[in-house]
């Protein structure tokens, strides 16, 4: 069965970006939670209790249907929160390092450019749902938003670069102003993750 991982740094670890309150609620209540849905939502499925997240996720079309609900919701929730807490820390240089700013200016022509996409993904996401930067079958970089918790696997696609624009992920500290929470994120991103997440070094744990 699914546990809740290791978050890896305390609460108050990327104060003043990001609350140690809301952190430790959206830790251990909201990703808890969903930790908690999928694995009521599989237990008649020992097949799937015993598969990496990433490959239920990446085969939901193939699911049986008593399942897809909550590996949509619940297993989505639980993936997107597991690479959210990863790419995440306070550093003095919050700029990409060499190998991932040269990817990112093949793709996007420039890191300002993707910024802004980046940006505008994560605030013209209506309601609830997530900013990505994910990877293709052709090791492209691209920008893309997902409602809920649905997750770019779903789709074929990896993710490298979670933002959670849910309001539990910012209001307390940021009310209703989604787009300064946003330019927050950019000075706690752990760009060193981000990249061992491309290339494979880093796995995260429901996906071993």
């Excluded at 694995?39 to 239920?56: A, D, V």
């Excluded at 918790?149 to 940021?174: C, F, R, T």
Aim: overall charge negative.
């Amino acid at each position: 069965m699914f546990k809740l991982p290791e978050l890896g740094y305390a609460y108050d670890a990327l104060e003043p970006h990001i609350d140690a309150l809301t952190m430790e609620i959206h830790y251990t209540r909201h990703h808890q939670a969903y930790v908690d849905g999928l694995n009521t939502g599989i237990k008649n499925h020992p097949e799937l209790q015993k598969m990496p997240l990433c490959r239920i996720l990446s085969n939901f079309d193939s699911l049986p249907d008593e399942v897809k609900v909550a590996v949509r919701n619940h297993g989505g929730g639980h993936h997107n929160h597991s690479l959210f807490w990863q790419v995440m820390k306070i550093t003095n240089n919050p700029n990409p390092n060499q190998r991932m700013l040269d990817w990112i200016n093949r793709d996007f022509g420039s890191y300002e450019n993707f910024k802004e996409q980046f940006e505008n993904a994560a605030k013209s996401r209506f309601g609830s749902g997530w900013a990505w930067l994910v990877v293709d079958k052709s090791n492209k970089l691209s920008v893309i938003s997902t409602g809920n918790q649905d997750s770019p696997l779903m789709n074929g696609l990896k993710p490298i670069l979670g933002l959670d624009v849910w309001e539990h992920a910012y209001y307390l500290k940021y009310q209703n102003k989604r787009i300064d929470y946003i330019k927050a994120f950019f000075n706690v991103i752990n760009w060193e993750n981000v990249e061992k997440l491309a290339d494979g070094t880093l796995i995260l744990e429901c996906d071993k």
